[in-house]
């Protein structure tokens, strides 16, 4: 990827999190963010942990 395309889409990725902040300060959409991106994280590490206990189950 060129350079003039990374600053293409990083305008572009700046521009939508304007849009979905709306009137909301940066601090207080950091926290929010921060709230889903942790929560994420947990869902993953849930989802590879159940699925390693299923196949020790049926394969033990």
Not at 32 to 47: A, D, Q, R, S, T
């Amino acid at each position: 990827m060129s350079d003039a395309h990374k600053r293409l889409l990083e305008q572009q990725l700046l521009n939508i999190a304007y849009t979905l902040r709306g009137k909301m300060n940066a601090d207080e959409f950091r926290d929010y963010i921060l709230g889903f991106i942790f929560y994420k994280y947990l869902l993953e590490k849930m989802y590879l942990y159940a699925n390693q206990i299923l196949k020790e189950g049926v394969g033990g």
